[in-house]
Each structure stands twice: as structure tokens, then as C-alpha cells.
């Protein structure tokens, strides 16, 4: 049995879409969270004893560790972990359509002023991108999807094939609400990830 183990901040940031993926297809892992004032001393440890392969090898998280060996970066590690899941699509035209929706969430993510120590800064630089943001966003996606069910491929969402496993718009989380609008039909709810919120 596969073993895999996904070291993070405690926080969500890059890890929060391997959780989801370990959430939505039930995958067993360890969860480790790390302090953030504790990390420093943390990797100059690792690095300092390990001669060989080294914990993190790029000297940042996260990093998902499957069974002992180490994959650095988080949507590499997200991509790996759809396809163990059986969550990239029926095709290779549907896997790249799937990443190219996450690139496009990725891009979101980049936005949000992650290292910003002020906390009424931050607040206000996230306000700001999610009033100006956040709705074009879901705007293009809502019109990405249309009337269909699912983001990427047709299969019902009661599925567990890999085709029933696909991305599907509901699925794709809960929106701040900051936004002042309603929500799109497929962003109401994170159903089976809600837990991780």
C-alpha cells in the first residue's frame, strides 16, 4: 500500500489542493503541519543531516513525501495526485483542459498577498481582489461551464469511475464572502472538502 505523507505551514496555501484531492478520493495521508517560526531551524536540520536525499529537496514546502521519496511543488504534486485519484479525464486533450483550469485558479492564488505581515493591509489588498477579482474569475468559469454539469468531460456526478471522478464545477470550492453577488450555481457548495474549510 502506498504510503504518502504532505508536509505544509499550518495553514492552507499550497497544500489546500493535495488536501482537497486526498479528501475527494478518500486517500489516506498524514497531514503534517509545521509552525511557520519553527520551519527555519526545521530545514536547516534536515539539511545538515542528511548527506544523501534530502527531506526537501528544494528547501521550501510543500512537499509530499510517497513512500519515503519526495515530490516538491504543489501543483505537481496536485497533478500527480489526480492521476492516482482517476481525477485527470478520459483523454489527454481532458487532462490538459483540467490543468489548464487549475493554471487559471493558480493564477487567482498568486494574487492573494500571502507574505503581507500588515494584517489591515492584507485584509484590504484581499477585499480588493476579491470585489475585483474574484468575480471576473468566476464569471469565465461560470461561462466555461454553461449549462453542463462538469468542468472538464460529460460524466454524472454520482459516478466513482474514473470518468464519474472528473472535475466537476461544484466541486471547485466555496468563494469568499466578500464577493457582494450571488454565486454561480456550480460554486454553492465543496460538498465532500467542506470539512477541510
Known amino acids: 500500500m502506498t504510503s504518502y505523507k504532505l508536509t505544509y505551514f499550518n495553514m492552507r496555501g499550497r ?25 527555519p531551524s526545521i530545514k536547516k536540520k534536515v539539511l545538515m543531516t542528511n548527506n544523501t536525499l534530502s527531506a526537501f529537496p528544494l528547501g521550501k514546502l510543500p512537499v509530499l513525501e510517497v513512500n519515503g521519496l519526495p515530490l516538491t511543488q504543489s ?37 492573494i498577498p500571502w507574505r503581507e505581515d500588515n494584517p489591515q493591509i492584507k485584509t484590504q489588498k484581499i477585499d480588493m481582489l476579491f470585489q475585483s477579482h474574484a468575480p471576473k474569475l468566476l464569471d469565465h468559469l461560470q461561462c466555461h461551464l454553461g449549462d453542463r454539469k462538469w468542468l472538464v468531460g460529460d460524466s454524472d456526478a454520482g459516478g466513482r469511475s474514473a470518468e464519474g471522478r472528473q472535475l466537476h464545477g461544484k466541486h471547485l470550492g466555496q468563494v469568499s464572502p466578500r464577493i457582494n453577488r450571488p454565486l454561480p450555481h456550480s460554486w454553492r457548495r465543496l460538498s465532500p472538502c467542506r470539512h477541510l474549510l
Open 75 to 111: 501543483l505537481a504534486i496536485a497533478r500527480f495526485l489526480a492521476k492516482e485519484a482517476g481525477l485527470v479525464g478520459n483523454s489527454r486533450l481532458a487532462e490538459a483542459q483540467a490543468d489548464a483550469l487549475v493554471d487559471t485558479l493558480n493564477d487567482f492564488t498568486l494574487l
Open 15 to 39: 497544500a489546500e489542493l493535495p488536501r482537497y484531492i486526498f479528501a475527494y478520493a478518500g486517500i489516506a495521508f498524514e497531514d503534517r503541519r509545521v509552525e511557520w517560526s519553527d520551519w
